[in-house]
């Protein structure tokens, strides 16, 4: 919760409906305070305990991209971006038109270690 705060605080934007969202998260864990500022300041007539609880929404979530680190002898030389579910081929087509990991890799690689989304680690 404190993440999504320190996100707003930065954005300067905050919706009416976001702000009711998070204090009703807040509620269970400081019933007294989320009760004054839902009255007070939101002008609520009715609890906020007895108010909906927020809905899931499993769009909300989804992520597009990833940061993948790439290592060269089990040394970290780069990250770089990419996108979900990339096989191993997509991710050294990548590493390969990189000048600045190019320069680490000699010749063909003995082994390559890729994990899914999240790393690539190259032995030569």
Known sequence: MMILVNAWEKSKTVSKEGY?????LLAPFAPHM????WRSELDEKES???SSWPNFDPEKIKIDAVELVIQINGKVRAKISGSIGMSEEEVMDIV????SINKWLTGDPKKVI??????LNIVV
Do not use: V
């Open 48 to 50: 906020i305990h007895t």
């Open 114 to 119: 890729h994990i899914k989304d999240k790393l």
């Open 20 to 24: 009711k969202d998070l204090l009703k």
């Open 34 to 37: 989320t009760e004054e500022i």
């Open 96 to 99: 390969r038109s990189d000048e």
